[in-house]
């Protein structure tokens, strides 16, 4: 088997390789990026629920004040 016989067989499978490699590459390196995304929203989902839930707190202790002073 010569050498132009081998690239015709196993060029193609070779640059699919490659083109596999790239993709997998890629892919790996995007989710890295969503997971930091994910926990950056996900820890802004729980700093805006802790606010709410003081927001919450104060509002009901400022009724009891003034209904108390009422």
Same mark, same amino acid.
């Given at each position: 088997?010569?050498?132009?016989?081998?690239? @015709? *067989?196993? &060029?193609?499978?070779?640059? &699919?390789? *490659?083109?596999?490699?790239?993709?997998? !590459?890629?892919?790996?390196?995007?989710? @890295? *990026?969503?997971?930091?995304?994910?926990?950056? *929203?996900?820890?802004?989902?729980?700093?805006? /629920? !802790?606010? @709410?839930?003081?927001?919450? /707190?104060?509002?009901?202790?400022? /009724?009891?004040?003034? &209904? @108390?002073?009422?």
């Amino acid at each position: 088997m010569e050498f132009s016989d081998l690239m @015709k *067989v196993y &060029g193609p499978m070779a640059i &699919g390789w *490659v083109l596999y490699a790239f993709e997998r !590459k890629n892919n790996i390196e995007e989710r @890295k *990026v969503n997971i930091a995304l994910q926990d950056r *929203v996900m820890a802004a989902f729980l700093e805006d /629920t !802790k606010a @709410k839930i003081l927001q919450q /707190t104060a509002y009901e202790k400022l /009724t009891a004040v003034l &209904g @108390k002073a009422a």
